[in-house]
């Protein structure tokens, strides 16, 4: 999910696909554009952790299916468990709740 940190008062979120992730950066890919230098805050499940990144947009690439492809330099980031204290994962929800 990416998060709009603008203060716009637009939607709070939006439902997205990281392409790749790495120590220093992701690329992801939204329907509406957005501008390099713009910061975004990305929750995301991996396995068994919730990822909370902090990022900086580098760059903005129109893709052909009139989506735009973004590459997000790191700023910060957090990792939380989805494991118990047995060790038994905790469910958490992939889509968006219909209340």
Known sequence: M???VTGSGQKLGVYTV???LSAGGFYLRLAQPARAGENLLIV????QAVIVLRGS????ERQ????????VAV???QIF?????SG?????PSEPSSQ
Request: aromatic fraction near 2%; glycine fraction near 6%.
């Open 2 to 4: 990416a998060l709009d």
């Open 18 to 20: 990281l392409d790749n």
């Open 44 to 47: 995301t499940q991996i396995s």
């Open 57 to 60: 947009i580098l760059r903005v």
């Open 64 to 71: 052909e299916d009139g989506t735009y492809g973004l590459a």
């Open 75 to 77: 700023v910060r980031h």
């Open 81 to 85: 468990s989805l494991a118990d204290a």
């Open 88 to 92: 038994k994962q905790k469910r958490v």
